[in-house]
């Protein structure tokens, strides 16, 4: 049953989950993948190049999550996030990833594409998750995916990436006009110049449950069940991180996060 009250809330709290991970080389205003780097949970890794996986919360580099019991929902009632460096923490479900060659300048199929259609919600947002130090040039990166009502052959908006971006950046790519969301992600273009100079990067299908502001270096931040939105945790969700650093430096990012279920 569905969670509608604070009582509700309050009754359903679970034991707490810890993440910690040293954050990697940034770039203040660029999006960080959290997803390789190591300490709790594990570092995860990416599908070769043209393969795709659907992910879950069994997947090496997921947070730890249990399923409710039969006839219960979770939902994320509590995060607590602090960080050698200011900054915006995001939890988000990965649902499914794709990858494909980063020094490509033309368009990758990808062989036999996963699909999400009926996995915890459905529809997400699609990212471009590099995997090493961008290459020199601007990049032109658009993607062709199946939308929200399953209709193939959509083209995202042509997404601008600057010269030399840090390893494991990430960068959303806009939907075509009226669509809402993807299921499926067939192929990604990349034009003028090659993304990274070596390494299989991934477009992503993700879901954001929360985002927290970690106010400055060493000053952590909590946000309530209403400060979360009390955002839904589909059972079976790869719970995964990612951080928008507020300065060029590196440090150490930890926290913890408490689920309701009822």
């Not at 699909?115 to 998750?129: D, K, L, P």
């Not at 952590?220 to 939105?229: T, W, Y």
């Not at 995964?240 to 913890?256: C, I, R």
Request: hydrophobic fraction near 40%; aromatic fraction near 6%; charged fraction near 10%.
């Amino acid at each position: 049953m569905a969670i509608t009250t604070l009582d509700q809330v309050l009754a359903g709290i679970q034991p707490s989950s810890t993440f910690f991970k040293p954050s990697a080389t940034s770039s203040a205003g660029i999006m960080q993948s959290l997803w390789y780097g190591a300490g709790y949970p594990a570092a995860g890794s990416g599908p070769s190049s043209t393969a795709s996986a659907l992910l879950d919360s069994t997947t090496t580099g997921a947070i730890a999550f249990t399923n409710p019991t039969s006839g219960k929902l979770s939902y994320l009632a509590r995060l607590m996030a602090a960080a050698a460096q200011g900054g915006t923490l995001i939890v988000y479900d990965r649902q499914a990833h794709y990858g494909f060659a980063s020094n490509a300048t033309a368009t990758v199929s990808m062989s036999g594409p996963v699909t999400v259609s009926g996995q915890r919600s459905g529809a997400g947002e699609i990212w471009i998750e590099t995997a090493a130090a961008g290459a020199a040039g601007t990049k032109a990166v658009t993607c062709s995916y199946t939308n929200q009502a399953g209709t193939t052959g959509r083209t995202s908006v042509s997404l601008s990436i600057a010269a030399s971006p840090p390893q494991y950046s990430m960068f959303r790519l806009p939907f075509q006009s009226g669509d809402t969301g993807a299921l499926s992600i067939a192929s990604v273009t990349i034009g003028t110049s090659a993304l990274t100079s070596s390494g299989t990067s991934n477009a992503i299908i993700m879901r954001r449950l929360a985002e927290i502001q970690v106010p400055s270096a060493g000053v952590g931040n909590v946000l309530d069940a209403l400060g979360c939105g009390l955002p839904r945790i589909y059972d079976s969700s790869c719970l995964a991180l990612m951080w928008m650093p507020a300065a060029s430096t590196t440090g150490d990012l930890h926290g913890s996060f408490s689920v309701a279920q009822g």
